[in-house]
């Protein structure tokens, strides 16, 4: 059972820049294919962005395309997502999840996700 748990959350303003981070508890060298999704007051949880186990693909929302940017660091067993330009609308509660080890692609689908972390709350004012 791999823990995951996400950081970087905060208050900020529109325009302003935050990076989450998502920790993995995996101690056994394996990485996992990674994504963040968010879940905003009263909406369903959506994607967000997607890394491949080794980090040599990557997946965006049309909504995070060219503002967010999605890395890892395998060494650290941590996964990163950098949001710039942050919208009133990029508020949600942003959660980070992993697939199964045998998986390597990134996937856009939350039913292809085995492991979830607790969620970080994001919140851009205007």
């Known amino acids: 059972q791999v823990q995951l748990v996400e950081s970087g959350g905060g208050l900020v303003q529109a325009g302003d820049s935050l990076r989450l981070s998502c920790a993995s508890s995996?101690?056994?060298?394996?990485?996992?294919?990674m994504g963040w999704f968010r879940q905003a007051p009263g909406k369903e949880r959506a994607f967000v962005a997607a890394v491949s186990r080794t980090g040599g693909s990557t997946a965006y929302a049309d909504s995070a395309k060219g503002r967010f940017s999605i890395s890892r660091d395998n060494a650290k067993n941590t996964v990163y997502l950098q949001m710039n330009s942050l919208k009133p609308e990029d508020t949600a509660v942003y959660y980070c999840?992993?697939?199964?080890?045998?998986?390597?692609?990134?996937?856009?689908?939350?039913?292809?996700?085995?492991?979830w972390g607790q969620g970080t709350q994001v919140t851009v004012s205007s």
């Open positions: 995996e101690v056994t060298g394996r990485s996992y294919a």
């Open positions: 999840a992993a697939r199964f080890p045998q998986y390597l692609l990134a996937s856009t689908q939350q039913s292809d996700y085995n492991y």
